[in-house]
């Protein structure tokens, strides 16, 4: 397997399971209730739209942030993996709890719930923001750049069939199926912030071994 194959696998795995469109679904059921299905779709479609490109910024303007504030790729690794394994963590129990709007206020929102609260922070969280910093440090090459965003677009093409089809899979896996399904996420995601926070930790314990011999 390639190198920039194996990145995409990464990428694709760390943003579906932190994104857990999944666990979106009850939420947006509930604040698209009583919208036909295409003003459904609409907003379905506006709130991916604007959950990628805010993923694609943070990204692109990670760097800078980290030059502005003086903080380093190594320290932002290993704080993302303390949040990834807290998040996960909370999966693994399934009590992750998300962003819930009032039955009472659901209207006052429908003409701008595409973009908050459902496209940020419930699609594109911190856990997902930092995912998008972290793993762009990582793309060395064109390629995995191309591998990088493609496969955030892969995850936002899929979460939003799944909104589409919400009713449905909700139907069909019932409760116990979409507790069990967020349980298993939540193992990746915990494997996944491990890695994060050792690959944060190994540079800065070189470069201090490197100070002392010094």
Known sequence: MSQEWSFFLVVFT??????????????????????????????????????????????LSG???FEFFGISVHSFRIVGGIIFFMVGQDMLQARLQRT????????EYVGDISITPLAVP????????????????????????????????VVCVITLMLLISANQILRVLGDTGAKMLMR????????????????GLRPIIKETLIDLQS
């Open 100 to 107: 819930k709007v009032p039955s009472k206020k659901v209207k």
């Open 63 to 65: 760097q800078v942030l």
């Open 122 to 153: 419930m699609i594109t969280g911190p856990g997902a923001i930092t995912n998008a910093i972290v793993l762009k440090e990582q793309a060395d090459s064109y390629l995995d750049i191309i591998a990088f965003y493609g496969g955030i677009f």
């Open 14 to 59: 760390s943003f579906f399971t932190v994104i857990n469109p999944l666990g979106v679904l009850p939420i947006f059921l509930t604040m698209t209730d009583g919208l036909d299905n295409v003003a459904r779709r609409n907003t379905a479609q506006k709130a991916m739209i604007v959950s990628f490109i805010t993923m694609v910024l943070f990204s």
């Open 184 to 199: 298993i996420m939540g193992l990746i995601v915990m494997v996944i912030a491990v890695e994060f926070f050792l690959s």
